[in-house]
């Protein structure tokens, strides 16, 4: 297998295109089509219906992942949604027309779906011990809102300086198109390493005389890990209803500049980036629900308090407006607790592979993003943008009660010398075999490498 370059001892180098997405599709599209839109005659429904068509071909995750699980093309899923962001990029920079926003919309998606998916199921079935994977998760996911972090404070620093929106795009095509190169041979190790991992539990199965079950559509989402993907579509979509729509809800309700929502968001990104890791070091001991569910809460009680504070609010002061970016801001701080023990729930819970369940969780989310960024656009013509954190609101409520019927194992200690589960599997196999007088198996399975206790990057 070949080598993974790794920072420190759980950073793997691979992990920077997770931050390609976060600074094109999270710091670039979901910031700058909105406020383009408006700028060129649309209205706040036309904003909120490309803003909502981002994320809209990634409702195809659970696809992605199950394509990259069976023919084991993670890498390859991962250098194409490159090649679609640059294409996306290039797209919004010369848009001029409705067709073109949607056409550049959904090249973004596709190209972040594939990017995450694949992401996500490399290192969700990549043989670690659950603990480690739990730290290397954190890592993962902290990567994306650093390059939101670096695009916001780039993209607000260019727009005050007189640059086009248009022409920020170029440069984020242009990223993309490095990250291609460079990820071109860092991506080659991981695959392989998720490949090993897949070829051993199939070849597992098969000596142990069984099959791998199909489980239809209906009994993915009928089971304990459809009640999860519920919880992370309620929660996902009321959060949504604010984000999608951030600059122009601020402005409209509290008489914020975008310029000074786009620094506020910056900042607040920038806070959350070392709460990912600590996020995986937390879930390493108590569990991913813990977390999960301390994430919802506090998500809740920030649209709750955007909405309060929003009543007969008329001119808005200057404390109003500074508690208003303060709650806003939580609400993106604490979303490390939630996006991390989303991927570790997953994992746990997901009666499919590692990229079909990772698939499942990102087609929940991306789900909500787009009914959230319809619903707020529609929603806030109708009914003003200060619907929008009370319906926000109260979808987080549904989603904390609806938490604590959540099922989720217990963290299991990881032993001095831990062998590995197709280590494990085979040695239950064995001894199956020599109870029932089938026969033996092999001391080692072909493409099978023992795993350690993280310690094998």
């Known amino acids: 297998m070949s080598s993974i370059p790794t920072i420190g001892k759980n950073y793997e180098v691979w992990f920077i295109s997770q931050g390609v997405v976060g600074f094109i599709n999270a710091g670039g599209a ?20 490309v803003v909502g068509l981002l994320p809209f071909v990634a409702l195809l995750s659970p696809v992605f992942g199950n394509l990259a699980d069976r023919f084991q093309i993670h890498r390859e899923m991962v250098l194409a949604g490159l090649v679609f962001l640059v294409l996306a990029s290039i797209t919004l920079a010369f848009a001029e027309q409705d067709l073109t926003y949607v056409v550049g919309a959904l090249l973004f998606g596709t190209g972040g779906g594939l990017i995450i998916v694949s992401n996500l199921g490399m290192l969700a079935g990549a043989g670690i011990h659950e603990d480690v994977m739990a730290k290397r998760m954190g890592l993962l996911q902290m990567t994306m809102p650093a390059g939101q972090f670096i695009a916001l ?20 095509a242009a990223v993309a198109a490095v990250a291609f190169v460079v990820m071109w041979p860092l991506t080659k190790g991981p695959a392989e390493r998720v490949a090993d991992q897949l070829d051993a539990t199939a070849e597992i199965v098969a000596l142990s005389g069984g099959s791998k079950k199909r489980l239809s559509f209906a009994a993915v989402l009928l089971s304990g890990f459809g009640l999860f993907l519920l919880i992370n579509f309620l929660s996902q979509f009321g959060e949504q209803l604010v984000e999608s729509q951030y600059p122009n809800y601020l402005n409209d309700v509290f008489k914020i500049e975008p310029e000074t929502a786009a620094l506020a968001m910056a900042l607040a990104v920038l806070i959350s980036a070392p709460l990912y890791p600590l996020s995986g070091r937390w879930a390493a001991k108590s569990g991913p629900k813990l977390p999960f569910m301390v994430s919802i809460a506090m998500r809740t009680l920030t649209v709750g308090g955007l909405a309060f504070i929003s009543i007969n ?15 806003f801001g939580l609400m993106i701080v604490v979303y490390p607790f939630f996006e991390v023990n989303t991927s570790l729930i997953a994992a746990k819970t ?23 960024g319809f619903t707020a656009g529609w929603l806030a013509n109708q009914a003003g943008y200060q619907t929008l954190a009370w319906l926000a609101m109260g979808l987080g409520i549904a989603a904390f009660l609806l938490g604590f019927l959540l099922k989720v194992e217990a963290p299991k200690v990881a032993e001095p010398e831990h062998p590995g589960d197709a280590a494990v599997a085979r040695g ?12 033996g198996v092999p001391q080692q399975l072909p493409h099978t490498a023992p795993r350690t206790n993280g310690t094998d990057s």
């Not at 989310?365 to 959230?372: D, E, K, N, R, S």
């Not at 239950?428 to 026969?439: L, N």
Request: proline share 4%.
């Open 153 to 172: 404070g780039i993209s607000a620093v260019l727009l005050a300086s007189g640059v086009k929106v248009q022409d920020l795009f170029l440069m984020h």
């Open 350 to 372: 997901s009666p499919v592979g590692p990229g079909g369940g990772q698939g499942f969780q990102g087609g929940a989310t991306q789900l909500a993003g787009i009914m959230g």
């Open 428 to 439: 239950a196999v064995a001894a199956m075999a020599v109870s029932t007088g089938r026969g």
């Open 313 to 327: 609010i008329g001119d808005a002061s200057q404390g109003v407006q500074t508690l208003a970016l303060v709650l």
């Open 30 to 49: 979901a910031f700058l089509v909105a406020p383009m839109i408006l700028s060129q005659g649309g209205t706040p429904a036309d904003a909120g219906m």
